[in-house]
């Protein structure tokens, strides 16, 4: 009898501690409060969609969520380089005509329209880092928002094992994100840009070899953070998941147990588990949909533009000097290893975020 009523009591308090969250998830899911960070977050980086907590809503009922133009965005890229291009276009066809001078005369020529040709290319590489790093920003940032919401759902939903395990993971992968992604490659890429620009001064590469490693380094450092972390995580699914649920299965088992409340504690403890576990899941698709959206607008914007360049630079070939045709594949080429770089990381952190929901789903199955 003193075995009974002990796991009585823990049972009532472990329905205690749930007490809160399960009314919550009968009104809204979780606590207004909660979400006012995420939403800051996402008012501050142009979100115009419905607000996180109704899609959060929307994607536990099964519904669906707004459609986002991407088609314009072509439209749209192309009339913010209208000018940039024009001028570069301007500037292939004048090298054409300066046959006609000396010389010295034309070398002189070759060189003006060099250092225009670099300035403009220059200029829009770094309005284009501007994207790119923005991107990187928004991803952070809406991890961090995202944190106090998703992981005390991950705690209710398979144990405080997992949550804290698969926080240390985020906080990681944040941290290695914003120091060695935004900070150290994308520096890489800058260095790649400017060497190549500087090959086209010359009628010999002295920079191509090097040029070639920067970009052999971008993409086996991404590739080598995607296989780490998809590793790491993989891991930690095959042992903390299902050492927490192990630890709930017992208790649960034990109150099933009693005499006459059997049954309706293991009821109510399936509803319970199957709550949180819905709230989490919600939490976790509705992240990944807003990340997708909010970077991939500004990601769709940067492919256009490597596609325009590297398209301009196959038309100029004909025609131009070689070095004005090198100048603008460089160019297109320093946008594809941005692109690269923000596509990976981005896939990461969804990746990441579906593994952790489809890991802490294991008590669901267990009881």
Same mark, same amino acid.
């Given at each position: ?10 049972? #009532? %308090? ?9 009314? +919550? ?27 996180? !907590?109704?899609?959060? =809503?929307?994607?536990?009922? /099964? !519904? ?31 090298? =054409? ?7 010295? %005369?034309?070398? %002189?020529? =070759? ?16 309005? %284009? ?35 804290? +395990? ?29 060497? /190549? ?12 070899? =090097? ?6 380094? $971008? ?15 993989? $891991?930690?699914?095959?042992? $903390?998941?299902? /050492? ?17 409340? /059997? ?35 500004? #990601? ?6 490597? #596609? ?7 038309? #100029? ?9 090198? +100048? ?33 789903? $294991? ?5």
């Amino acid at each position: 009898m003193r075995k009974i009523a002990v796991t009585l009591l823990l049972f #009532l %308090a472990y329905i205690l501690v749930f007490s809160d969250y399960t009314e +919550a998830s009968e009104k809204d899911y979780t606590y207004e409060s909660d979400y006012e960070q995420i939403e800051k977050v996402l008012k501050d980086y142009g979100w115009q969609g419905e607000s996180f !907590e109704e899609l959060v =809503m929307s994607v536990a009922e /099964g !519904e669906g969520f707004s459609d986002y133009n991407f088609v314009s965005t072509i439209s749209q890229t192309i009339i913010e380089n209208r000018t940039v291009i024009i001028q570069i276009l301007l500037l292939a066809i004048s090298t =054409m005509f300066l046959s006609v001078l000396d010389k010295n %005369a034309s070398d %002189a020529a =070759m060189l003006f329209v060099s250092f225009i040709m670099i300035t403009l290319l220059i200029a829009v590489y770094i309005n %284009a880092a501007k994207t790119g790093s923005r991107c990187v920003q928004m991803a952070v940032d809406i991890y961090r928002a995202l944190c106090p919401v998703f992981f005390p759902a991950v705690s209710y939903s398979c144990g405080t094992g997992s949550a804290a +395990a698969y926080y240390e993971i985020i906080l990681f992968l944040m941290y290695l994100v914003n120091v060695f992604v935004k900070n150290i490659l994308f520096k890489c890429n800058y260095a790649y840009m400017f060497l /190549g620009i500087l090959d086209t001064f010359g009628e010999k590469e002295k920079f191509g070899k =090097m040029c070639q490693l920067i970009k052999n380094i $971008i993409k086996i450092s991404v590739k080598g953070m995607l296989m780490f972390f998809l590793g790491l995580n993989g $891991i930690k699914s095959l042992i $903390i998941p299902f /050492g927490d649920s192990m630890k709930m299965s017992v208790l649960f088992k034990a109150v099933s147990m009693i005499p006459g409340l /059997g049954n309706s504690a293991s009821t109510v403890s399936k509803t319970i588990v199957g709550s949180a576990v819905l709230i989490k899941n919600s939490i976790g698709v509705a992240a990944v949909i807003v990340m997708l959206v909010i970077i991939g607008i500004p #990601l769709f914007k940067l492919v256009v533009m490597a #596609l325009v360049y590297q398209f301009l630079g196959a038309i #100029l070939e004909p025609v131009a000097d070689k070095r004005i045709v090198k +100048a603008v594949l460089v160019l297109s080429g320093s946008l594809e290893n941005m692109i690269y770089m923000i596509a990976v990381t981005v896939v990461l952190m969804c990746l990441t975020l579906a593994i952790i929901c489809f890991a802490t789903n $294991i008590n669901l199955y267990s009881i």
